[in-house]
């Protein structure tokens, strides 16, 4: 499994994520913990709000029936994001963090990330909740989700432990990020920045990019691959996937990784063929052309 750093801590991460947003559905959760384990990814992905907290139980429960010693992997969780509201208020991030250990039964998680932004968010608050957290050894690392570089650098402005991390919602059917530094000094639809250049800030800040629905179009409207709306993308996808002997979904992985922005894929699947599919992606690099033919049979223009 290709490893890459987190953000600019010395930590050396795997570049694939087992999302666990599913796992209250899986069959056999000890069983997709091992398959993930096994095949390189050690790196679990969690938030407070996912099955209503259950998600986090299963996981807990399920890590026990395996022989995976805690200290060998990486569990990240999230909190933030309430019933009808958000919340990044002290309180509710310190209860939250107690919260998940419970369900996860471990002592600490190695990271916690901000969910959504808080538009009443006090940086001072946050500030106090990740010492407290950090201090009191049950948060190791921090960072943030859907947040744009103006957001990272007010809560910089008084938190004092690095921001690794930042979950964005990326992947060839979702590529707002890319097009706007495509079609720097245009006119058209895909030159408007939306997020304020998040992917250059990132990179420059050595934050950590992790891309979530990778295999999603739109705002969870359904999975590109294998979809006939998507007929020439898919055509595209299985050419290259046979020239690399692998499968469009571990093809779509490679396309995410293959950016010099060093990604980290966030892989939802609770399916165990699936998870080694993206796993043994990890290991393919496509050329600087297929990159951009996939990129453009997803229905992009080059200016």
């Given at each position: 499994m290709k490893k890459i750093q987190f953000g600019t801590s010395d930590l050396q991460v795997a570049s694939v994520i087992l999302g666990c947003m599913r796992m209250n559905g899986a069959e056999n959760p000890a069983e997709i913990i091992e398959t993930a384990y096994d095949h390189g990814i050690d790196f679990f992905d969690h938030a407070d709000i996912y099955g209503g907290g259950e998600c986090e139980t299963i996981f807990g429960k399920a890590l026990k029936e395996t022989s995976i010693k805690r200290e060998d992997i990486i569990i990240q969780t999230k909190c933030g994001i309430r019933k009808g509201m958000f919340d990044f208020s002290k309180e509710h991030?310190?209860?939250?963090?107690?919260?998940?250990?419970?369900?996860?039964?471990?002592?600490?998680?190695?990271?916690?990330?901000?969910?959504?932004?808080?538009?009443?968010?006090?940086?001072?608050?946050?500030?106090?909740?990740?010492?407290?957290?950090?201090?009191?050894?049950?948060?190791?690392?921090?960072?943030?989700?859907?947040?744009?570089?103006?957001?990272?650098?007010?809560?910089?402005?008084?938190?004092?432990?690095?921001l690794l991390a930042n979950q964005l919602q990326f992947g060839i059917k979702h590529t707002d990020m890319i097009d706007q530094g495509i079609h720097v000094n245009m006119t058209d639809d895909a030159s408007i920045d939306r997020d304020g250049s998040i992917l250059d800030y990132s990179r420059l800040n050595e934050m950590t990019i992790q891309a979530w629905s990778p295999y999603q179009y739109g705002f969870f409207e359904g999975v590109f691959i294998g979809n006939e709306k998507f007929s020439e993308l898919n055509a595209t996808l299985d050419q290259i996937a046979e020239r690399h002997n692998c499968t469009s979904t571990g093809l779509a992985t490679a396309w995410i990784l293959r950016h010099p922005a060093k990604m980290q894929v966030i892989a939802g699947s609770m399916n165990k063929e699936r998870i080694k599919e993206i796993a043994k992606a990890a290991d393919i690099i496509i050329s600087r052309e297929e990159w951009y033919e996939i990129y453009r049979a997803a229905g992009n223009i080059l200016p």
């Amino acid at each position: 499994m290709k490893k890459i750093q987190f953000g600019t801590s010395d930590l050396q991460v795997a570049s694939v994520i087992l999302g666990c947003m599913r796992m209250n559905g899986a069959e056999n959760p000890a069983e997709i913990i091992e398959t993930a384990y096994d095949h390189g990814i050690d790196f679990f992905d969690h938030a407070d709000i996912y099955g209503g907290g259950e998600c986090e139980t299963i996981f807990g429960k399920a890590l026990k029936e395996t022989s995976i010693k805690r200290e060998d992997i990486i569990i990240q969780t999230k909190c933030g994001i309430r019933k009808g509201m958000f919340d990044f208020s002290k309180e509710h991030i310190v209860s939250s963090v107690e919260g998940s250990l419970k369900r996860l039964g471990v002592d600490y998680v190695d990271a916690l990330l901000l969910h959504r932004p808080d538009t009443l968010v006090e940086p001072e608050e946050v500030a106090a909740a990740f010492d407290q957290l950090e201090s009191q050894g049950k948060v190791k690392y921090f960072g943030v989700s859907n947040q744009k570089p103006m957001q990272i650098d007010l809560l910089k402005k008084t938190v004092k432990q690095p921001l690794l991390a930042n979950q964005l919602q990326f992947g060839i059917k979702h590529t707002d990020m890319i097009d706007q530094g495509i079609h720097v000094n245009m006119t058209d639809d895909a030159s408007i920045d939306r997020d304020g250049s998040i992917l250059d800030y990132s990179r420059l800040n050595e934050m950590t990019i992790q891309a979530w629905s990778p295999y999603q179009y739109g705002f969870f409207e359904g999975v590109f691959i294998g979809n006939e709306k998507f007929s020439e993308l898919n055509a595209t996808l299985d050419q290259i996937a046979e020239r690399h002997n692998c499968t469009s979904t571990g093809l779509a992985t490679a396309w995410i990784l293959r950016h010099p922005a060093k990604m980290q894929v966030i892989a939802g699947s609770m399916n165990k063929e699936r998870i080694k599919e993206i796993a043994k992606a990890a290991d393919i690099i496509i050329s600087r052309e297929e990159w951009y033919e996939i990129y453009r049979a997803a229905g992009n223009i080059l200016p």
